[in-house]
């Protein structure tokens, strides 16, 4: 088999380096602005010195490219037929178009997980409602309030996030008896409290996964920040929840100190 053409690293664009494994758009980006203000990479040691660059990536990276001496680089720009080089930076119209249609269908992408992620957040605000209506442990139903609540301002704030984006979408937490996740959550909670909390443990470790994966596709710094957060939150309330499970297994009761928002 023919041995693959590798990229100039000093030279590639973004949609060259986004084809190598490991390498997102916010990468190769860090990547493009370490060479225009420090200058072109001499050696692999200069790439692993760029911040978020492990040995493992830049191994990754030395596989698909290679670093080309500057000089060769200096001349590259008309392959050694004299001439004017092309313009520092220049993109061949191709490319710029090629690039440009990649990067309108990732966002289009980052759009869908967003709105995916409001709508299940949704449902499982109206699970919370519905366990704590059904539920008499004054704790258990502050906290169940407590994480719904979460959940609803998680999907005002994504929606926010969508419409900054320009995307113009509203959500709205479905009323118990029509979300899959109330009900549910409804008819385990008749079995008690603690069966309450099991089956909340359960959605809480689908939004946890959930968040986790969409973590991978999101790029735009505000909608990661935001998802980052609110990721935190569905941690806490796993660990909540779970907390709760163990020790009503053994019949005890939950100390003071252990409040939904510690």
Not at 19 to 47: C, K, Y
Not at 158 to 184: H, Q, W, Y
Not at 191 to 217: D, Q
Request: proline share 4%.
């Amino acid at each position: 088999m023919p041995t693959k053409t590798k990229i100039d690293l000093n030279r590639a664009d973004e949609v060259e380096l986004r084809n190598i494994e490991g390498i997102s758009r916010e990468r190769a980006r860090v990547l493009m602005e370490h060479r225009t203000g420090q200058g072109p990479f001499r050696s692999w040691d200069d790439v692993k010195a760029v911040p978020g660059f492990s040995d493992a990536l830049v191994e990754k990276l030395r596989e698909h490219a290679d670093l080309k001496e500057t000089e060769d680089s200096a001349l590259a720009g008309d392959g050694g037929r004299g001439g004017a080089a092309p313009e520092a930076g220049a993109i061949p119209l191709e490319e710029a178009e090629a690039e440009e249609e990649f990067e309108e269908e990732e966002d289009e992408d980052e759009i869908r997980t967003l709105v995916a992620l409001a709508q299940m957040d949704a449902e499982a605000a109206a699970a919370y409602e519905a366990a704590a209506e059904l539920v008499f442990d004054d704790e258990l139903k502050e906290a169940l309030r407590a994480f719904g609540s979460d959940h609803a301002r998680h999907v005002t704030d994504i929606g926010r996030c969508l419409d900054k984006l320009g995307e113009s979408t509203e959500f709205a937490t479905p009323p118990p008896e029509e979300s899959v996740f109330a009900l549910l959550t409804s008819a385990v909670s008749a079995l008690g409290p603690r069966a309450a909390v099991l089956s909340l443990v359960g959605n809480e470790r689908f939004t946890n996964a959930t968040y986790e994966t969409a973590l991978e596709f999101v790029s735009n710094p505000e909608a990661r920040a935001l998802l980052e957060k609110n990721f935190e939150d569905e941690q806490r309330h796993l660990a909540w929840l779970l907390q709760y499970a163990e020790r009503t297994a053994h019949g005890e009761e939950l100390h003071e100190g252990t409040s939904p928002s510690a």
